[in-house]
């Protein structure tokens, strides 16, 4: 299941440091490589939600592997679409087929662990996120050189198809899932809102935010959440439970893994651009520079369980966003100066903060919720995760 986390985390961060290499080679115009890497994580975050209801309804091992191929098919048809219009649609199928992954593993970690062994499977599971994120620019950094746009792509592949043969080994046949029907209306309501959100999100800075365009998507997105809050309240089979928001735990775990991805997001998006753009290195290098942000949310993510155990989850919560705080602050710091050492002492902290909190705050949603709601949980979880990114990249 980590892996599987792993390989989402590996297609966007080689993606992210590819594209100024990539973008020098084809000539693509800002607008186009914006949503290179945006289709993708537009349509995951969106579909997140009816991805979770698809592995209640039909189970976690099928959803699975449905999305790992998916996801296989997609990254094929991407290496050979070239550079454009035809790569963003298939970024988007990309995305729609990820978005069945992601819920389907961690409800896969909620049925397979006890109380007492959860929250290390899911310390090991968001690490595999840094693990990702980590090799994925090297990685980048290599294929570029020799390969191009689809050699990153097609690196995709191998782990996908040994994820795929590992679920069809290893996850049971027989887990928790519900004889109910889809909440297509729901899911409607709910990705129309969203959507227009993020457009008022990224139209702002341009076009001004009392412009008519922002403002009137704005509104209408917030209506879309309204009517999609009364449908979820007496829906007959809801996209998903909406009183699991008066669990103050749960909201306020959302509300952190929100606000911590949306910095992490943006650091980890503009150190690497700003190492290639601004200091004039190498993808691979740059590769290389930001594997402290990346391997110390790892070592934070390992550590979390520890944390949480001997100070409790909240308290545990709340000492990780200081650390992330103070990394963050020395960060900017760094950047009135030309110190790469200095640079990669301040993702130290910054990373480590983050990756601890992630993980404290997944467990506190997912011990919110009943097994037979485990995938909703963890698509509600993983959206956080995902606008987050969205909202900071339009920004």
């Not at 914006?34 to 209801?53: D, F, H, K, N, P």
Request: glycine content about 8%; aromatic content about 8%.
């Amino acid at each position: 299941m980590s892996a599987c986390f792993a390989c989402v985390a590996l297609d966007n961060a080689k993606l992210v440091a590819a594209l100024p290499a990539l973008a020098r080679i084809s000539g693509a115009s800002p607008a186009l490589q914006r949503w290179t890497i945006e289709a993708s994580l537009l349509v995951y975050a969106s579909l997140l939600l009816l991805g979770g209801s698809l592995s209640e309804r039909f189970g976690a091992r099928r959803v699975l592997l449905l999305g790992l191929c998916g996801f296989g098919c997609a990254s094929l048809a991407c290496a050979f679409a070239g550079p454009g219009y035809p790569l963003i649609a298939m970024r988007a199928c990309s995305g729609a087929a990820t978005a069945c992954v992601t819920p389907a593993t961690l409800a896969t970690l909620k049925h397979s662990f006890a109380d007492r062994e959860r929250p290390t499977a899911i310390a090991v599971w968001t690490a595999s996120f840094g693990v990702g994120a980590a090799l994925g620019p090297v990685l980048a950094g290599l294929l570029v050189a020799h390969g191009g746009l689809s050699a990153v792509l097609l690196a995709n592949l191998p782990p996908i198809a040994l994820c795929a043969w590992g679920s069809l080994r290893l996850v049971p046949a027989d887990l928790p899932r519900h004889d109910l029907r889809l909440d297509f209306r729901g899911t409607g309501l709910c990705l129309g809102a969203a959507a227009c959100c993020l457009f008022a999100v990224s139209s702002g800075p341009s076009q001004g935010w009392l412009s008519l365009e922002v403002v009137s998507s704005a509104v209408f997105g917030g209506g879309l959440l309204l009517l999609a809050r009364n449908w979820l309240r007496r829906a007959p089979h809801p996209l998903f439970d909406v009183s699991v928001f008066a669990q103050a735990r749960f909201a306020q775990a959302l509300l952190v893994i929100f606000l911590a991805y949306f910095a992490f997001s943006g650091v980890s998006f503009v150190v690497a651009q700003y190492l290639q753009l601004a200091r004039a290195k190498a993808a691979l290098q740059a590769g290389l520079l930001s594997v402290p942000l990346a391997s110390s949310m790892l070592l934070g993510t390992l550590f979390a369980p520890r944390l949480a155990l001997r100070w409790h989850a909240e308290r545990a919560l709340w000492l990780s966003l200081c650390t992330a705080t103070s990394g963050a602050t020395l960060l900017a710091y760094s950047s009135y100066g030309r110190s790469e050492l200095l640079l990669c002492v301040a993702l130290i902290p910054f990373g480590a903060g983050c990756g601890s909190a992630f993980a404290n705050a997944t467990e506190l949603i997912l011990g919110s919720v009943s097994q037979q709601r485990a995938a909703t949980a963890a698509a509600l979880s993983e959206s956080a995760f995902e606008f987050a990114a969205c909202s900071e990249s339009r920004c």
